[in-house]
């Protein structure tokens, strides 16, 4: 059964840095766009980053650019999304997804066929 667990998340400070690691099973994600999602309490579902099968394209939503970073090792199954100096808004449950028939799923949920469970992030003083 394939599926996506997400790892990492935690109560952080504002500035702090934490990473988010998505594990992949059941079958090899190495040539499908993979992304990073988030919820926080009340709101929708938005788009924070996302990585193309072979790497080289990122695509980063503007509130965690230049703060955010994601990147994959396809011989670990394994998305990560680095997150430094984390900000109360930053608070969410962060979800990984896989785009499985796309070398690049880009910021649309849609994209997206396969979803992992989450992990809470909150950055709180």
């Known amino acids: 059964q394939e599926q996506l667990v997400e790892s990492g998340g935690r109560l952080a400070q504002p500035g702090d840095s934490l990473r988010l690691s998505c594990a992949a099973s059941g079958r090899t994600f190495s040539s499908a766009g993979m992304g990073w999602f988030r919820q926080a309490p009340g709101k929708e579902r938005e788009f924070v980053a996302a990585?193309?099968?072979?790497?080289?394209?990122?695509s980063y939503a503007d509130s965690v650019k230049g703060r955010f970073t994601i990147s994959r090792d396809n011989a670990k199954n394994t998305v990560y999304l680095q997150m430094n100096n984390l900000k109360p808004e930053d608070t969410a449950v962060y979800y990984c997804?896989?785009?499985?028939?796309?070398?690049?799923?880009?910021?649309?949920?849609?994209?997206?066929?396969?979803w992992g469970q989450g992990t809470q992030v909150t950055v709180s003083s």
């Open positions: 997804a896989a785009a499985s028939t796309r070398r690049f799923g880009g910021p649309v949920g849609e994209a997206y066929d396969y």
């Open positions: 990585i193309s099968g072979s790497g080289p394209w990122t």
